[in-house]
T-cell receptor, first 108, second 117 residues
Framework: RKEVEQDPGPFNVPEGATVAFNCTYS??????FFWYRQDCRKEPKLLMS???SGNEDGRFTAQLNRASQYISLLIRDSKLSDSATYLC?????????FGSGTKLNVKP | GAVVSQHPSWVICKSGTSVKIECRSL??????MFWYRQFPKQSLMLMAT?????????EQGVEKDKFLINHASLTLSTLTVTSAHPEDSSFYIC?????????????FGSGTQLSVL
């Protein structure tokens, strides 16, 4: 069983749409959680950390549900520039495990 | 934010040769560096965890004799792909952190695209 699982998508949405991604993790003792964004053949870039209380950064909102072992990312008012692959990352005793990524295509 | 430099960005080599990839932390001391591999349209797969001054810890299924990792200083880790074959062609990427705290973020190098002919 993979440590981190994501729906690979792609999610094809129009500009201005709201889109949500989910990610599940297998180890209930995992310690910290992140969403990264990766553009084609580039290194991943940190989008935001995910806290139990939920956190928001502009159009992006992240949630963590420890009981159900899932993480979510909500993007409001999608922009063309949001098109990328979004990676769910779990820190498991100082090893960082990546989900397979969810591809988002925002279309005009 | 912290900067991690990875070199080279891309390399093409003949089958059977060895390729060395360098990963440097430019403005912080990286006690731990991670090496990942990413095949097209797939996720980053953790290959090994490298701790300064000690042997690397390899993930299951990764051959330690084929992927040699050296982390001799707090700012430099190298990955050597020995006797490379076409199936080793992939995007290799390093990341570094000071994982004294469990919630430390990762900082990534820009990646190395390896093509083995």
């Amino acid at each position: 069983r993979k440590e981190v699982e994501q729906d690979p998508g792609p999610f094809n949405v129009p500009e201005g749409a709201t889109v949500a991604f989910n990610c599940t993790y297998s180890n209930s003792a995992s310690q910290s959680f992140f969403w990264y964004r990766q553009d084609c053949r580039k290194e991943p870039k940190l989008l935001m950390s995910v806290y139990s209380s939920g956190n928001e950064d502009g159009r992006f909102t992240a949630q963590l549900n420890r009981a159900s072992q899932y993480i979510s990312l909500l993007i409001r008012d999608s922009k063309l520039s949001d098109s990328a692959t979004y990676l769910c990352v779990v820190n498991d005793f100082n090893k960082f495990y990546f989900g397979s990524g969810t591809k988002l295509n925002v279309k005009p | 934010g912290a900067v991690v430099s990875q070199h080279p960005s891309w390399v093409i080599c003949k089958s059977g040769t060895s390729v060395k990839i360098e990963c440097r932390s430019l403005d912080f001391q990286a006690t731990t560096m991670f090496w990942y591999r990413q095949f097209p349209k797939q996720s980053l797969m953790l290959m090994a965890t490298s701790n300064e001054g000690s042997k690397a810890t390899y993930e299951q299924g990764v051959e330690k004799d084929k992927f040699l990792i050296n982390h001799a200083s707090l700012t430099l880790s190298t990955l050597t792909v020995t006797s490379a074959h076409p199936e080793d062609s992939s995007f290799y990427i390093c990341s570094a952190g000071t994982v004294a705290r469990a919630n430390e973020k990762l900082f990534f190098g820009s990646g190395t695209q390896l093509s083995v002919l």
